[in-house]
């Protein structure tokens, strides 16, 4: 089985929402799923329990630049756009500048 790109609608006939995230879950990918539902509150917790990268509740394929989009499992090489694919291009320093006078003893802050 590959990863299939789209945009593809798959339709699995299930008996409970317990019972459609266990088959999503099933699969060895994970980039993004969509969640439609008139409830929004089922769709938040459907969304919550669902193994992917990204979830998108009520809309599809919606990304802004700070938000990260990456997959898990088998879905992905880490993360895009947002803090998360900035970190490997940063260096990050601490500079730590004692306050003049220095203090005799301890932390002042």
Request: proline share 7%; charged share 20%; net charge negative.
């Amino acid at each position: 089985r590959e990863e299939v790109f789209g945009p593809v609608l798959c339709a699995m006939p299930f008996e409970s929402d317990e019972d459609a995230i266990n088959l999503v879950n099933a699969s060895r990918f994970g980039l993004a799923h969509a969640v439609f539902s008139a409830d929004e509150a089922r769709a938040a917790k459907c969304a919550d329990a669902l193994d992917a990268g990204v979830v998108w509740v009520n809309a599809n394929q919606i990304l802004w630049p700070d938000t990260p989009f990456g997959g898990w499992k088998a879905s992905g090489f880490g993360f895009e756009q947002g803090a998360e694919g900035m970190a490997p291009f940063l260096r990050r320093k601490s500079v730590v500048v004692a306050p003049s006078p220095a203090p005799e003893r301890g932390y002042v802050a």
